[in-house]
């Protein structure tokens, strides 16, 4: 019925299709040509409905950053739901499955950060830009943090209650490509520590969000 109110559709049924894939695909990035011939949709008609998606507050598209502002314009983004507890439904994520597939639970992990940090962003001072980073040789960041002097924050997820030097490889390689701009690197995770890994690099636990 919402979807009645934004636009009219010829394909509504799949709709519902389209926000269960997108669900699988959390915090991923999403390549609208091919999440359409799965779907029997071309890709504009799949970015269209995101679009959609988007108005109804249910998903967002993250884009990428870049030293080069232009750039980012045309870099995949990658997509996220507003709410973890829709994405955990729709993926079927059971509290037994969080334990065995930590691979999936770290995808609903990292959608609710995501929105702990929109909230977090609507009520500070200054604005904040909200990117991931992700370069050729598969280096990422799941959520890199701009204010409007151009400081970066850059913020990992880990779905573990331990943190090793390797989990920070992405900030370090954001670290190289930023220069003096950046300004510190978190891992979060399941711990009770914050704990120092040198040079302006931090584990701190989830639950200091």
């Known amino acids: 019925r919402d979807v009645r109110d934004v636009t009219q559709i010829e394909q509504l049924h799949q709709l519902p299709q389209l926000l269960a894939v997108a669900a699988a695909h959390g915090g991923q990035l999403l390549n609208a040509a091919q999440t359409g011939s799965q779907l029997g ?3 504009k008609t799949v970015d269209k409905y995101l ?10 598209r993250i884009p990428a950053w870049s030293r080069n502002e232009l750039s980012r314009l045309i870099k995949a983004p990658k997509i996220h739901f507003l709410d973890a507890g829709l994405q955990s439904t729709l993926t079927r994520l059971t509290p037994e499955l969080t334990l065995l597939q930590r691979t999936r639970f ?5 959608t609710w950060v995501y929105a702990e940090l929109l909230k977090l962003l609507s009520v500070t001072p200054e604005p904040w830009f909200l990117s991931h980073y992700r370069d050729r040789d598969q280096h990422e960041v799941d959520f890199v943090l701009e204010s409007a002097s151009r400081e970066l924050i850059g913020i990992e997820v880990k779905a573990a ?3 090793q030097a390797s989990d920070f490889k992405g900030l370090r390689r954001l670290r190289e490509v930023a220069g003096k701009p950046f300004v510190t690197g978190i891992v979060l995770y399941d711990g009770r520590q914050a704990l120092s890994f040198g040079d302006g690099f931090w584990a701190v636990p989830l639950n200091r969000l």
Not at 106 to 110: F, P, S, V, W
């Open 161 to 163: 209650a331990s943190v």
């Open 106 to 110: 770290g995808a609903t992990l990292e």
């Open 51 to 60: 679009g959609i998606l988007e108005k109804l507050f249910l998903v967002q």
């Open 41 to 43: 949709l071309n890709g």
